[in-house]
Each structure stands twice: as C-alpha cells, then as structure tokens.
C-alpha cells in the first residue's frame, strides 16, 4: 500500500490523533506541530507526545508540554495548530540478520522486507512532495509552496529571502507597487515621452518654455486677448510693420509666429499643468540619458506595468529568490532528482522482481507463474522472487525451476577465505548445515556434522551430577566416596601414619577421667582377696 503522511487540524481539545500507516518500532514515527502561522514548535519545549494503542490501531496523543503525565492525560494544544505524523524507517541496523543453519521463518523474512519497502516507501512519499523541474525541465516547480529554511544570499544569483527584501528594497517595491497606474500611462505615452526626449534642448525647447514660464503664465491669464491678437493677425502685421522703423519688430516677430501662438492658445489647461509641475519638469529636462533608457527600453516598461500584482507578490520574496538562484542549492535540487530517479528505478525493479505471496497449494509454482504472464510488463526469468505462504518458504527462479532459498549468510573475514556462493543441493533437508571444504560451500545432514565435531547422537543438553556419578562409579577400579566415609575419614588425627602402641594407648587410657591402671601386683592381690573370701563363705555356710 502507499504511504501516506497524517496531517491534523487542532481544534483546542483533541487530543489523540490516529495513525493510518503501518510501522516498525515507535521510534520510527515522527511527529512535527506548527503555529497557525507556520512556525514550526520543538517538541523539547512545546509539546508532549506519547504512542497509544486503545484498540486494534494505535493513536499518538499530542498535548501541551509538560503535561503528558497529568492525571487528566494533558492540556490539548491550541486550535489553528498543524500537526503532522510521519514515518522515518530506521535502516541503519537491519530488522534481521540471517545466520548460518538458521531457520527460516515467515516473520522474520517479512519483517525484513517490510522495513526495505518502507524505506523506499518513505523515499518515493519524499520525491512525490520534493521541489522538482516541470514538465519542460525549464524551471524549477515549487508546486505553489513556499520555500523554507533559505540561508542569507552571498552572491549576485542567490535566492533572496522575504526577510532581505523586507528589509533592502522591499518599501522601493511597495511604492512602485503603488503607483502602478502611473507606470501603466507612461509606458503607454511613448509618442509623447519620444517628443519629449527630442525637444530637451535646443531653440524653441521646454528647457526655453520652462526658464520663460513667468511669461507663459502671463499668456495663460490672458488667453482671451491672445486669442483676439491671433483673430486679426493682418492689424497686428500691419501694426508690426510700422510699430518702430528700424527697431527689433517684436511685433513683426510675434506675427510671424502667430501659428505657434495659436497652439499654445490652444493648450491653454496643458500649459498650466506644465507650470504647476514646473520643478519634475526641471528634473525631466535633467535627466535625459535616463529618459532615453526609458524609450529605449519602452516594451520592458510596459511590461513590467502589465504585471505590477505579480512584481507587488515577488518583492517579499527575494530573499527565497536569491537563494533558490545559489549554485550549490541548484546543484542540491539536480542531484535530489537523479536520486529520486535512481530510487524508483530502483523500487521499480524491485517490484519486478518480488512478486509478493502465493498459497503454491498443489507445490507446482501455477500461482505465480500465471500472475506473471498475465502481466504484460512481465517476464519469467532468473532471480524472480515469492513467498510460498502454504510452507512458509521464499522461493526463486533459476531460469528453468523453483527452488526454496536457503537461510544462509556467508560473511569474509580475515578468519574465513575464499567465500563463495552457498550451493544448496536438490538433497537439501531440514535442520542442513553448511560445510567448506576447501573449494567451495555445500550443505551437510547433521550425523556428518556430529561426527566432524565428535559429539553422540542424541546429545542434547549437559549431563546432571547424579548421570555423571552413575557413570563415574561403573567404570573399573572407580568407587563411591560416601558422607559417612568422609566423616570416619576426617575421625583420625592429623598427621597419623599408622596404628598406636600398647603404650600409646595404655598412656592416653589412663588419662582420661575414671580409669585406672590394673598392674599385675594389683590383680594378685584382687585375686588373692577374692580366694581367701570365697573359703570364709564356705566355711560360714558348711560349718
């Protein structure tokens, strides 16, 4: 199935939010928080979370930090929060680790793969969401999300962040923004702007208009009379001609240029415009290389015009801008697509190759074969992989037949040379081990096993004491040590060799209490008192 990351809304009082996908450890699930205005919380002084399975699925349940442990389960977070469960599988360290003459057990291959599909999983859900080019491979496509975590531009073609422009030539932006209209007329009154840039200098020019502009004025006030004069130029011509006989004929001169007069009459308003602005007038007039630029350069203007909103949208974003444009960014977005190609290449043939689970009921791999030929995109060849889940075995094709894989794992060491593939023979039966001998590996039953080790058939466990006496005491010349042998054992005195004297013992007799010494004179006299007793008695009893 697709992996797909949870994303929840806070309202103020949920607080347990479920998880949709399957993993591994809870060390693999990953939550992040943000603020209703995008910051990102930490969970060390933000929030709390905790992994929960009331029922079959499992709940992660995010509080306020500090507050996890409480006896209400914790204060919910705020509403408007963002909160985000993702999965981040670890394959630093492999779920299982194969080992020799290990059985081989559905669980353990599936907790393998399932960590590898995960992982390429996750990947693929990253590549998805990564920034990439478009379709054309012309631009890079955000997706119209923003860019984030920009570092500060350094060069001429670095992205810009929004925090650059704000504070460089954001306001310039903003007042360009706001003046839209105006750049929109001027781009659009190029004719006059041409006239303009042409008339700048020289005779009978705006510079001469704008150093007479008192005058102008005068005329301005005065239009109706100026109108009259230009009514009845044959007086004026005639008043002209004989005004002042060899003087300077300004009237003359004013005739003679009474269409010139006409026009200005007649632009009566646009004059006093002029007038009132006379000093951007000045200004125009003394920047005329920048007004040439601007002829120049008239389709630019106008465009830019055309898409003030677009320019008023971007200026925020310089920074990003200058960023996104630094080498080493544009260099990290070009590998991050090979490598995302290369992933789904690579989980592509994957797919090829795994075909997932079949039952095999009647042990002849029809299930599986049929599956692949009823796919066009597939082909039956070697390496081809599935799990027999009737005899909880992986199976592989060698290009002619299906074979159970062996659970072997063959590790070069500086201890074990000239590893080689594991060869598993069509003799191959349970309980197998693997043997090297010399040229290469091959399986081996475990009589052969126990005869290169020396161990009996039918050793199972380490024998007890009373197994190792009874053994012990049938061998020959082997007997039982019994309590009461070491207690009459430990009866007689240290360092004794051998057995007492008559003297000894006579000595050691008489030196305990109520014993005497019954020497030979004493036993005369004992038996001397007993005869001479026995003839009284007798004589007593007789007469």
Sequence with gaps: MAYTPNTYSTDGSVRDFNITFPFLRESDVRVTVFDSVGNELSNTADYDVAIQKPDATFQIRVVAYGTINNVDGGTALASGYTVTISRVTDISTLITVFQDGASLRAEDINALISQINYALEEFGQNTTTALGKNITQTAWDATNLRITNLAQPTADNDAMRKVDIDSGIGPDITTVAGIAANVTTVAADTADIGTVASDITGTNTIGTVSSNIADVNTVATNIANVNTVAADTADIGTVAADIQVGGPDNIGTVATAIGDVGIVAGINGQVQTVAGAIANVNTVAADTADIGTVATNIASVNTVAGISSDVTSLAPQASNIGTLTQAANLTALQNAQTNAQAAQAALNQLN???????????????????????????????????????????????GSNWYNAAAAQVINTTSLQNVGDVNAYSGLTTNDFLKYDGAGWQNVNPTAVRTAINVEDGATADQTGAEIKTLYEAEADTNAFTDAEKTKLSGIEASATADQTGAEIKTALFAESDTNNLTDARLTTLNNAATTGKAIAMAIVFG
């Design 352 to 398: 090829n190759k795994y075909h997932g689970s079949f039952t095999n009921v009647n042990n002849d791999d029809a299930e599986v074969e049929a599956d692949i030929a009823g796919d066009a995109n597939l082909t039956l060849e070697a390496g081809d992989l599935y799990f027999d889940t009737t005899n909880s075995k992986l199976r592989y094709y060698d």
